[in-house]
């Protein structure tokens, strides 16, 4: 038993976990104590109620990280304590020997007290997801080498790369497959930007140019907890825009202390030399935290004169244009009372591009030839109460404001006299609030299995409501 013990032990250790020790003279484990724990991080509630009720609770540190537990009063068993700590957060207690070990309950389910977001084609927590959900956290994406969300995304093979996307020609067109501002917008199965839900921490924020598109990459990396995508028509509960399937980005709200990074970088025939700087700070405490993020990042332009492959083409036309974005996101959570929480999430961005489009193949694009400068500055501001009620009853009530301005001044020149000088903008805007709660309203009790002995089975049946009112889209071309 001891060795078996140590193995455990040993397995956990090597993912950073919290163990608590029981003494030698651990009681068995259905004995009844008295508890008296308000509600604090899940980590410090599990930790006394192994002290108290002298048993090995074992659990990994990252599992319970900005976890909140609800305060637990009175006389009750190890399991029966145990099992109203994590109630909601995702995570269940399974024994082994005299331990009890904590896990997930379900690895395609979003479990944060905090921040609790499930993006599986349900708004009943705790559902069991019908299709399939694409999850990648921050540091997988990171370990495949791509520096941003718009990268990740055109990496999937049900994502369609054309239309709103870095390197799509166009410049300052707009249309079909044309970009306007080298937005990063998520097009599942090809049916269109506008066809495909995104969504950061749950909420909806502002269309990104004139196909209703969500930039993604206006989101910093370092600032992301994970992404999580249902490659699935999901309209039915979400609405026309998510027919191709709807994403979910993950903030995070739980960081201690300050992170920076530096990345270079340029391709080996020239152009597209890259510089990319973030910082993350944050701070969390035993009713709340906050995590703020800044990212700068530069790329130089790919011309058709660095390619052996467009030779044809003037050396001045752009082939992937330069870009230079600015990004913050702040997120972060409070404990108002035992029951109530507060949580908010902010997001800007200022990115500018340009691109050169020459119209002969033997004179560069000033001379004859389209300069454009798009440039695009989105931001959205979300807070969230949420309200723990009784028999595990969850109400939440959050509002949305953002904004996305698109703007691709462009000239038109001829042998290098400016002919032709327009201006298109897309000014987008959205302002929502949005109330739902979920909670279980009966429970049924099973008839008696066939060809077996009588079984009563507790099935509890949730219900949950949700309204929303919303304005989007507002948008104008001039």
Not at 302 to 309: K, M, V, W, Y
Not at 459 to 472: D, L, M, P, W, Y
């Given at each position: ?5 140590r ?12 163990l ?6 651990s ?17 410090a ?5 192994g ?5 090995e609770?074992l659990?990994?540190?990252d599992a319970v ?9 009175g ?11 994590l ?5 269940s ?11 997930k309950?379900?690895q ?5 007290a905090?921040?609790?977001?499930v ?8 559902s ?7 999850q ?6 990171e ?15 049900q994502?369609?790369?054309?239309g ?6 166009g410049?300052?067109?707009?249309g ?7 937005s ?8 269109g930007?506008d066809?495909t839900l ?8 502002a269309?990104d140019?004139a196909?209703?598109g969500?930039?993604?990459s ?6 992301v907890?994970?992404i999580?995508?249902v ?23 739980q960081f ?7 990345r270079?970088?340029?391709a080996?025939?020239?152009?597209d ?7 993350v700070?944050?701070?969390t ?7 703020v993020?800044?990212d700068y ?8 004169g660095?390619?052996?492959?467009t ?9 992937l244009?330069?870009?230079r974005?600015?990004s ?7 404990q108002?009372?035992d ?6 999430d ?17 004179t ?5 030839g389209?300069?454009s ?9 979300t807070?969230t ?9 969850r109400?939440s ?7 996305s301005?698109?703007t691709?001044?462009?000239v038109?020149?001829?042998g290098?006299?400016s002919l032709?000088?327009?201006y298109?903008?897309?000014d987008n ?7 739902d709660g ?6 049924l009790l ?7 002995p009588?079984s ?5 049946r ?14 104008d071309?001039?």
């Amino acid at each position: 038993m001891q060795l078996h013990r140590r193995l455990i032990t040993s397995l956990f250790g090597a993912s950073s976990i919290a163990l608590v020790a029981a003494p030698v003279w651990s009681q068995p484990e259905q004995a009844v104590r008295q508890y008296d724990l308000p509600s604090q991080n899940l980590g410090a509630s599990l930790r006394a109620v192994g002290r108290i009720s002298g048993t090995e609770i074992l659990f990994k540190a990252d599992a319970v990280r900005g976890l909140i537990a609800p305060d637990l009063h009175g006389k009750m068993t190890t399991s029966e304590a145990v099992e109203h700590l994590l109630s909601g957060s995702g995570l269940s207690a399974s024994p082994d020997g005299d331990a009890l070990i904590i896990q997930k309950s379900s690895q395609s389910q979003v479990s944060a007290a905090n921040n609790e977001i499930v993006v599986t084609g349900s708004h009943i927590r705790g559902s069991e997801p019908v299709s399939p959900v694409i999850q990648a956290t921050r540091h997988q994406i990171e370990d495949s080498g791509q520096s941003n969300l718009g990268d990740y995304i055109r990496s999937l093979p049900q994502n369609f790369g054309g239309g709103q996307n870095p390197g799509i020609v166009g410049g300052g067109n707009q249309g079909g497959n044309e970009n306007l501002n080298s937005s990063s917008d998520l097009n599942l199965r090809g049916l269109g930007a506008d066809a495909t839900l995104t969504l950061i921490n749950g909420h909806r924020v502002a269309y990104d140019g004139a196909v209703q598109g969500v930039d993604i990459s206006a989101i910093p990396l370092a600032a992301v907890e994970r992404i999580e995508i249902v490659p699935d028509g999901s309209s039915a509960l979400y609405g026309s825009d998510a027919v191709g399937g709807v994403a979910n980005v993950i903030l995070r709200d739980q960081f201690d202390g300050l992170s920076t990074s530096a990345r270079f970088g340029a391709a080996t025939d020239g152009g597209d030399t890259e510089q990319q700087y973030d910082v993350v700070a944050g701070r969390t405490w035993s009713s709340g935290g906050f995590m703020v993020a800044g990212d700068y990042s530069h790329a130089t332009a790919i011309t058709a004169g660095q390619r052996s492959f467009t030779q044809a083409l003037s050396p001045s036309a752009t082939l992937l244009p330069r870009q230079r974005q600015i990004s913050f996101v702040g997120s972060g959570h409070q404990q108002l009372t035992d029951t109530l929480n507060f949580l908010l999430d902010a997001q800007y961005s200022d990115r500018k591009t340009s691109a050169a489009l020459a119209s002969t193949t033997n004179t560069p694009a000033w001379i004859n030839g389209v300069i454009s400068t798009p440039a695009v500055k989105t931001y959205s501001v979300t807070p969230t109460l949420r309200l723990r009620l009784p028999s595990d009853w969850r109400l939440s009530l959050s509002g949305t404001i953002g904004r996305s301005l698109s703007t691709s001044p462009s000239v038109t020149l001829s042998g290098g006299v400016s002919l032709l000088q327009s201006y298109v903008r897309y000014d987008n805007r959205v302002k929502s609030i949005e109330l739902d709660g979920d909670g279980p309203l009966f429970s049924l009790l099973s008839c008696p299995l066939s060809g077996g002995p009588s079984s009563m089975m507790g099935i509890t049946r949730k219900g949950t409501f949700h309204a929303v009112e919303e304005a989007q889209a507002r948008g104008d071309h001039r």
